[in-house]
C-alpha cells in the first residue's frame, strides 16, 4: 500500500481559495487512481473529485463542479486540490485516498487514506 500525507489546510474566508497538497510514498504512485473526500461534523465522509492514474481523467461531485480543479505530478509523488470560491458548507476534513480502479467514487473503491487536513470556511 501507498502511505498518503495530505497537507494545506487551514482557516479562509468564503470566495477564498487554498490549495491541498497529498504527498505519497513508494513509487507506484502513478499507478494509482487518486481521489480526495471530505467529512464534514456529524456528516457521512463524501467524494470530492477523482483521477485517473495519468491524470488524463477526471469527475467532480456536482457540490464542487467548477470550483475545484484535481491534478497530480506523477514526478513529485503528489496529488493536488485546487479549492477556490469557497463556501462555509465546503467545511470539512479533506482526505486523500488511492485505490487500483477506474472509474472509482465510492470510499470502498481505495484502499489507502491519508490522515486527513482540515479546511475551515468562514462566513
Known amino acids: 500500500q501507498v502511505q498518503l500525507v495530505e497537507s494545506g489546510g487551514g482557516l479562509v474566508q468564503a470566495g477564498g481559495s487554498l490549495r491541498l497538497s497529498c504527498a505519497a510514498s513508494?513509487?507506484?504512485?502513478?499507478?494509482?487512481?487518486m481521489a480526495w473526500f471530505r467529512q464534514a461534523p456529524g456528516k457521512e465522509r463524501e467524494f470530492v473529485t477523482a483521477?485517473?492514474?495519468?491524470?488524463?481523467?477526471?469527475y467532480y461531485a456536482d457540490s464542487v463542479k467548477g470550483r475545484f480543479t484535481v491534478s497530480r505530478d506523477n514526478a513529485k509523488n503528489t496529488l493536488y486540490l485546487q479549492m477556490n470560491s469557497l463556501k462555509p458548507e465546503d467545511t470539512a476534513v479533506y482526505y486523500c485516498?488511492?485505490?487500483?480502479?477506474?472509474?472509482?467514487?465510492?470510499?470502498?473503491?481505495?484502499?489507502?487514506w491519508g490522515q486527513g487536513t482540515q479546511v475551515t470556511v468562514s462566513p
Open positions: 513508494g513509487r507506484t504512485f502513478r499507478t494509482y487512481t
Open positions: 483521477i485517473n492514474w495519468s491524470g488524463s481523467r477526471t
Open positions: 485516498a488511492a485505490g487500483s480502479t477506474w472509474p472509482a467514487r465510492l470510499a470502498s473503491d481505495f484502499g489507502s
